[in-house]
């Protein structure tokens, strides 16, 4: 008996190696999502992926970085999609470059950019980007306009804005989102003008009474939709997913009380939540004929 245990151990060893291979085999590979760190883009991807391990039982990996070394990502296939590509003018140029190796799966929500200013500024001394080159309202504002990243689309179409409409004297101050809006908050507090790069749906709308200045010349577009951009190939080798983003949408309103609702908790916490309220909407965002075990049972 002892002299057949080295067979033995061998055997089951080779056996347990198959099985494991097997059960490997049969684990479909991680859809790749990237996403930029912005409080509407973190529910977005958080609730999808939410659906689709679910609904798909489909493993996702989020990741994370700017918007631009996104779509470069994206294009050369080191990852399979991005649902916060803004259009037609936010990422324009990005898509530009890159589109002939993208596929476009659909609209998630709209939204709108621009520069803002808290409505305690008087509408009579601001109601436009041109109303920045008044000298009392650029000392006021300190030549300052708040913005998140560096070189992101909103970014660049301010540094547009600052040639087209001759804003001399102005800089642009950027940060981060958080960076950004917590100078906004200390500003109000001291009673302090602020210029800021703002873009909805975001939560700063819902803590703060801001308005968004007009845009005669339109540099920074009307109204802008928010799509869910892949790989070329994308929809071929992963159909049910392209078919869920394809018909993936969010109220607006929904989507800013989660965000508010994020930060008083977590975005783990409200889009769990979230989901668990709405998951027979979620449901019907899936093909036909691709329900769960869970939800195939009598």
Not at 1 to 10: G, K, L, V
Not at 183 to 201: F, H, M, Q, T
Not at 235 to 260: K, R
């Amino acid at each position: 008996m002892n002299a057949h245990s080295p067979y033995r151990n061998t055997l089951y060893a080779l056996i347990l190696a198959t099985f494991a291979a097997q059960a490997q085999a049969a684990e479909p590979a991680p859809v790749r999502i990237g996403w930029v760190n912005w409080s509407d883009t973190e529910i977005t991807v958080k609730l999808a992926s939410a659906a689709l391990q679910d609904h798909l039982k489909q493993p996702v990996k989020l990741v994370m970085a700017d918007i631009g070394i996104q779509f470069q990502a994206l294009a050369n296939g080191n990852i399979d999609l991005i649902p916060m590509v803004w259009l037609p003018s936010t990422h324009k140029a990005f898509y530009d470059k890159y589109k002939d190796r993208l596929e476009d799966l659909g609209v998630l929500y709209e939204g709108r950019i621009g520069m803002a200013v808290p409505t305690s500024v008087p509408i009579s001394e601001v109601a436009s980007v041109e109303d920045l080159n008044k000298p009392q309202v650029k000392e006021k504002l300190e030549g300052k306009i708040l913005t998140s990243e560096v070189g992101n689309g909103q970014y660049k179409l301010t540094v547009k804005a600052i040639e087209e409409y001759k804003l001399d004297g102005y800089k642009l101050v950027a940060s981060s989102e958080s960076g950004m809006l917590n100078e906004l908050d200390r500003n109000l507090k001291r009673d302090k003008w602020s210029l800021v790069n703002a873009w909805s749906p975001h939560w700063m709308f819902s803590k703060w009474s801001l308005r968004y200045l007009d845009d005669p010349k339109q540099i920074f577009g009307g109204a802008e939709q928010i799509h869910a951009m892949a790989r070329k190939g994308f929809s071929a080798e992963y159909p049910q997913v392209a078919y869920f983003f394809a018909h993936y949408s969010i109220p607006q309103a929904d989507l800013e009380a989660l965000m508010m609702q994020a930060r008083q908790t977590s975005s783990d916490q409200a889009v769990a939540a979230y989901y668990a309220a709405n998951k027979s909407r979620f449901e019907a965002m899936f093909e036909p004929g691709t329900q769960t075990a869970s939800s195939r049972q009598p």
